[in-house]
């Protein structure tokens, strides 16, 4: 695009989220609200999948949700049909910019974008910006850093994250029941299995996390419940709970004493709650990196978030004593 458009002068944009991760769409939610404060008229779709479609229906600052026919990732070689004929359906939209930020290259994802927008693009191949996903600078630069060349002059970063009234009073409910106001939230699941905190290492962990005096709540999934049940059934601080969506999983980090996860999406919620939290990393860079000055990060082995140096957990962990 030779001759990047001022946000106010267009009507109808279309953004699009082809990863369907939820940490992605928390990082860029700032996108939709500065769009918004800046040009109130300009009408925004959101194309996205999993995830982030469920985050983005409840976006107050998003017009119009579109589902991508996607379910585990963009791949180089699939989707051609599915995603040619949802092209066609954006196409009649007539949107007066397509923006995506996602700095996939695949030639389906290049095509899609063809069809749906023709030449009013915005992308990573035509942006004067730094590439979304490079070490140097997070992920929700990038994103003001785009917004800067659409005209929205000191775009505010911080998260939008919606918490229905639903999930307030289900988690409400709960803690009274069990006659609990403070815990640790912790969360064992990253979205890759090396990334995930094995039965005996969460034992570990929760013995080592007990010098803070706080019970514990593990959000897992339906999967891996019952295991867990097993591995903590003799253990009377320890809660497994399935949240019945992503906004509970809000609610309960937003309530949270305390933070602790390998799970990034779980990393930028706290972040956007300004949560006290102890993050795992196998692979950190500027990039991902939690942007709360209240979190403490434990870099771990770069192939299994199981290893680490437990002397230095025990050193983060005292010093949560005095933020608790």
């Not at 194309?47 to 949700?65: I, K, R, S, T």
């Not at 140097?136 to 002059?153: D, F, I, M, P, T």
């Not at 009073?169 to 969360?187: D, G, M, N, R, T």
């Amino acid at each position: 695009m030779k001759n990047i458009p001022d946000i106010r002068d267009l009507q109808h944009i279309l953004i699009c989220r082809p990863d369907g991760c939820l940490s992605r769409e928390i990082v860029s939610s700032c996108c939709y609200r500065e769009i918004k404060k800046v040009s109130p008229r300009t009408k925004i779709t959101v194309a996205c999948y999993g995830a982030a479609y469920d985050f983005c229906q409840h976006n107050p600052y998003v017009d119009e949700v579109f589902r991508l026919p996607l379910r585990e990732g963009l791949r180089s070689n699939s989707h051609w049909g599915p995603l040619l004929w949802a092209a066609l359906k954006l196409r009649r939209k007539k949107f007066d910019l397509l923006l995506d930020t996602s700095g996939n290259n695949f030639l389906n994802w290049r095509l899609f974008k063809r069809i749906a927008a023709g030449d009013r693009m915005l992308d990573e191949n035509n942006a004067p910006v730094q590439p979304f996903g490079a070490p140097q600078a997070h992920a929700s630069e990038h994103e003001a850093a785009v917004l800067r060349l659409l005209g929205v002059a000191e775009p505010d970063k911080s998260y939008d994250l919606p918490v229905l009234p639903t999930a307030r009073a289900a988690v409400a409910q709960w803690l009274e029941q069990k006659q609990i106001q403070k815990y640790i939230l912790l969360h064992p699941a990253g979205s890759a299995p090396e990334r995930c905190f094995r039965p005996e290492v969460l034992k570990e962990l929760c013995s080592a996390l007990r010098s803070l005096e706080l019970p514990f709540i593990l959000p897992v999934m339906p999967s891996c419940a019952r295991e867990l049940k097993e591995t903590f059934k003799e253990e009377k601080d320890v809660f497994i709970i399935q949240p019945a969506d992503i906004f509970e999983l809000f609610e309960w980090v937003r309530r949270a004493a305390l933070a602790v996860t390998p799970d990034t999406a779980v990393v930028h919620i706290a972040a956007g709650f300004e949560k006290p939290s102890l993050v795992f990393y196998t692979s950190l860079s500027a990039c991902n990196a939690p942007d709360n000055p209240k979190a403490q990060v434990l870099e771990t082995d770069k192939t299994d978030i199981n290893v680490f140096n437990w002397w230095k957990l025990e050193t983060l962990i005292a010093g949560f004593k005095k933020q608790i």
